[in-house]
């Protein structure tokens, strides 16, 4: 155990002492959306606005308050208010869904990036939210991409409980027995996700002993990513199966996914269909391909070796160094060194670089353990590593020169970074992430222009995924051109980077510094 654990191990459980009326993010002429203690109060933590609550600070019987003059709400003030509404109505009680009819149990990273958002409103309920996710974690470490709500009917959604049975096939690995969750996991963002919402407001994460019960979690979470899939040898982490890296159907994985023979159609049903186009879905074919891939990975009860389907991907690997850096940050706000998480993050940037990066194409690339190496398939996971603090200036600049360059028309020809290569043959702006923009990748790079210094292209991008965001209902992704909703609306990961990407107009701030580096 290292130093930072065992004082982690030690730490006294905190109840919960407040949610600050004001606190430190709170800007003059904000309404009562960002009021802490309106949005997150102990006694109803599953409300995000009351009107009541503001009504009489005191509680005490009186004449009513003098009402202000009704003043109309600014459009940056609209949209907040419209993305809260988003907040609200996915949450669960005790989490946040993607969307209530297509994804109604709780997925990994969506929770990370839902708390990102979170914390300008309720820090109390973006600590939850973390909270919920690892109380679900299994015993090697593993924080499963799918927590299943048990009120949820089985065949709202595929695949189900009954399909992963984690409690018995990942026994050996330590699941859960009180709670199903699956048995795959998802890009490693937490560590980021419970550093930032810690910033938002360090006397309530202080209070509650936040961070000092999620590290030991979290530094398992890395520590299972990094001795238990460095399938590969080099280093860098690899994949199982497309979920895990959260771009499904991405062109990348065509080539790996051949190897695979598809699960017969009669053997699952797609619950997707009944909630999305199937021309914005990943085929069948795709599909039968992924349920071969999880039972057979459920059947060799969710060992990490020996699959046919070993992938090290740029953007799964960025974040793991992202959040690398920020488990370095909450070491040293807990009184230990973080010097050896900073130097291992490094380690990992140049292993990155190393292994996965083409200076010819100035992009990073898939590595495909299994068949010959890189896969010259352009994707916006390759744009991803943009984030990290530690690349070589020639690479960031190859990097921008890229994503402002004809394969994805930053700037351009579309406002958001499309999911795949425009001049690729796979490209398609309306399937899943084989073409169309996600606002999650636009969030990610928007920090990494704004880290290297280059302000203006960040904040056109910021800019673009606030009015594409609020234009398209809070979609889950968008038609990369003409910014056409697709998929589900109502999405709370948009709905979330929305309410991050608004703060920086009401704090005028940016990036913080030592978020990572």
């Not at 999880?294 to 009860?301: I, K, W």
């Not at 990748?441 to 920090?447: A, D, I, P, Y």
Request: glycine share 10%; net charge neutral.
């Amino acid at each position: 155990m290292d130093r930072t654990a065992q004082l982690s191990a030690r730490a006294a459980k905190v109840a919960v002492a407040y949610d600050p009326a004001a606190p430190p993010d709170r800007m003059p002429g904000t309404s009562a959306l960002s009021d802490s203690s309106a949005l997150s109060a102990p006694s109803n933590p599953s409300t995000l606005s009351s009107p009541s609550a503001l009504s009489s600070p005191s509680g005490l019987s009186g004449p009513p308050p003098v009402r202000a003059p009704r003043v109309q709400a600014s459009p940056a003030e609209t949209l907040r208010r419209r993305a809260v509404a988003v907040l609200e109505a996915n949450w669960t009680g005790t989490s946040t869904v993607p969307s209530r009819g297509l994804y109604p149990h709780q997925w990994s990273w969506d929770s990370a990036f839902v708390a990102i958002g979170l914390r300008h409103v309720s820090p109390h309920r973006a600590q939850t939210e973390l909270e919920t996710l690892l109380d679900a974690q299994w015993g090697d470490g593993r924080v499963p991409h799918i927590v299943f709500n048990p009120s949820v009917p089985l065949d709202a959604y595929f695949p189900s409980p009954d399909f992963w049975r984690s409690s018995t096939a990942g026994r050996a690995a330590g699941a859960p027995r009180t709670v199903q969750t699956s048995g795959i996991v998802q890009p490693p963002v937490h560590a980021l996700a419970a550093w930032l919402v810690h910033r938002a407001d360090p006397g309530l994460s202080r209070a509650r002993g936040f961070l000092a019960r999620v590290y030991p979690r979290l530094a398992a979470w890395h520590r299972y990513l990094l001795h238990r899939r460095d399938l590969g040898g080099g280093g860098l982490v690899s994949v199982v199966h497309p979920w895990e890296q959260g771009m499904d159907n991405a062109p990348s994985w065509d080539a790996p996914l051949a190897r695979i023979a598809p699960a017969p159609a009669r053997s699952f049903r797609r619950a997707d269909l009944d909630h999305g186009s199937a021309e914005d879905r990943p085929t069948d074919l795709d599909y039968g391909r992924y349920v071969r891939l999880a039972a057979e990975y459920r059947d060799g009860a969710y060992a990490d070796a020996g699959g046919e389907f070993a992938v090290e991907d740029p953007s799964f690997n960025a974040l793991l160094i992202a959040s690398e850096h920020a488990l370095a940050h909450i070491a040293h706000e807990l009184g230990a060194p973080g010097t050896a998480r900073h130097a291992r993050a490094e380690r990992l940037t140049a292993a990155l670089v190393e292994r996965l990066w083409d200076p010819a194409e100035g992009m990073f690339f898939c590595r495909d353990l299994h068949g010959a190496g890189l896969v010259p398939e352009r994707g916006v996971s390759g744009l991803v590593p943009l984030l990290l603090p530690g690349l070589p200036r020639e690479v960031v600049d190859a990097l921008v020169g890229t994503l402002r360059g004809p394969h994805f028309g930053l700037g351009g020809v579309t406002r958001l970074a499309p999911s795949y290569d425009l001049l690729g043959e796979a490209f398609d702006p309306h399937r899943y992430w084989r073409g169309p923009a996600w606002f999650n990748t636009s969030w990610l790079l928007e920090r990494g222009l704004r880290l290297h210094g280059r302000r203006p292209e960040a904040e056109a991008l910021r800019r673009a995924v606030l009015d594409i965001a609020g234009g398209s209902d809070f979609a889950e992704y968008v038609n990369p051109y003409t910014g056409e909703a697709c998929g589900a609306t109502g999405f709370s990961w948009t709905a979330a980077l929305t309410l991050d990407l608004i703060h920086q107009d009401m704090s005028g701030s940016g990036t913080e510094g030592g978020d990572l580096g």
